[in-house]
């Protein structure tokens, strides 16, 4: 099935991409924001430069929740004082929220850019991590990146294209081992070892001292309706 959009997508646009017959127009008083008179079967958007496509159900209704960005992802640590030497002392986000919390605990809330929070509890009788179960048992050049339901897999932050490069040395020179850059293709393994024209996404993989995987992550190309072009499986019957 073909679809379209009507309209241009701009930077900071959200533009619905409707059934053919179905129309996409501007909200009131906001000119960069559209909304859907019809049934939508997807939406795109541009951020940082980078068209991205997200598809939806055919059954999405004209009023839908406009997500900005995440608000805040909350990990667990094991020891708060090295988390804040980590993440703001070593990495460079600043340390932006403190927060004490009935029964000896601990919410603090680092800058990872752009408005957006990576926030930490520590509770003093939390249980230890399981590799493979709560947190993945090795970075991804190592083994098995498995983790359980539920469970928080890996964290990626964004940096600009360019940016991407630089960041090898600069978490090495800053004590952190880390991966190479890996270049994200369509190819079947998925990676190449040269950044071409297929490569979508870079990135580069390493852990914090908890043992959280962390990734640094540069889009590299618009994104379409071409791809998503997979079934969601199901664990029902498998």
Not at 6 to 12: D, Q, T
Not at 43 to 62: K, L, P, Q
Not at 117 to 129: C, D, I, M, T, V
Not at 182 to 200: A, F, L, T
């Amino acid at each position: 099935m073909e679809h379209e959009h009507h309209g241009a997508i701009v930077a900071g646009a959200h533009v619905i991409v409707e059934r053919p017959g179905a129309t996409a127009v501007h909200r009131q008083g906001e000119p960069r924001c559209w909304r859907v008179e019809g049934r939508a079967v997807g939406h795109a958007s541009t951020v940082s430069g980078v068209r991205t496509w997200t598809a939806m159900s055919d059954s999405t209704e004209s009023q839908r929740i406009d997500f900005t960005g995440i608000n805040h992802l909350a990990l667990v640590s094991s020891d708060m004082a090295r988390t804040v030497d980590f993440y703001s002392g070593v990495l460079g986000m600043p340390l932006t929220k403190t927060i004490e919390i009935p029964g000896g605990g601990q919410h603090f809330f680092f800058d990872c850019g752009h408005g957006d929070s990576l926030a930490f509890f520590w509770f003093p009788h939390a249980p230890e991590g399981v590799p493979g179960v709560s947190a993945p048992a090795n970075r991804p050049d190592q083994g098995d990146i498995v983790s359980a339901h539920g469970s928080m897999n890996h964290v990626a932050f964004n940096v600009a294209a360019d940016q991407i490069d630089p960041c090898v040395d600069a978490l090495r020179s800053a004590g952190i081992d880390c991966t190479e850059v890996w270049n994200h293709d369509n190819s079947e393994w998925g990676v190449s070892r040269e950044h071409h024209d297929d490569v979508y996404v870079r990135s580069i993989y390493f852990t914090d001292p908890d043992g959280i995987s962390l990734e640094i992550a540069a889009w590299t190309k618009e994104l379409g309706p071409h791809d998503v072009s997979h079934e969601p499986r199901s664990a029902v019957g498998s």
